[in-house]
């Protein structure tokens, strides 16, 4: 079993950075991938940056490439998202999400709000 918890969050004027953090529990950290994605209101849930296991290889949303920046510490047991240049369409309840590689097995952590004034 592997908890996430996300911190980081909060009010931002555009233009402005953020730095969230996504701290999980357990051993099995190292093998995960994770992910970040985000839900604004009345909105499904949408991708946003994904990171393997050993951070060679990331992905991005189009809406947030050249912007947002995914990383992680195993020693840790951390996964970042740094935002950059914020945008008002930005505000959403940002997810970290665990997924272990060729299983169904995956974590969601609970979420932390970022909101992007304009």
């Known amino acids: 079993q592997v908890q996430l918890v996300e911190s980081g969050g909060g009010l931002v004027q555009a233009g402005g950075s953020l730095r969230l953090s996504c701290v999980a529990s357990?051993?099995?950290?190292?093998?995960?991938?994770m992910s970040w994605f985000r839900q604004a209101p009345g909105k499904e849930r949408e991708f946003v940056a994904v990171?393997?296991?050993?951070?060679?290889?990331?992905n991005y949303a189009d809406s947030v490439k050249g912007r947002f920046t995914i990383s992680r510490d195993n020693s840790k047991n951390t996964v970042y998202l740094q935002m950059n240049s914020l945008k008002p369409e930005d505000t959403a309840v940002y997810f970290c999400?665990?997924?272990?590689?060729?299983?169904?097995?995956?974590?969601w952590g609970q979420g932390t709000q970022v909101t992007v004034s304009s």
């Open positions: 357990g051993r099995t950290f190292s093998s995960y991938t």
């Open positions: 999400n665990g997924h272990r590689p060729g299983t169904v097995t995956t974590y």
């Open positions: 990171l393997s296991w050993n951070g060679g290889s990331t």
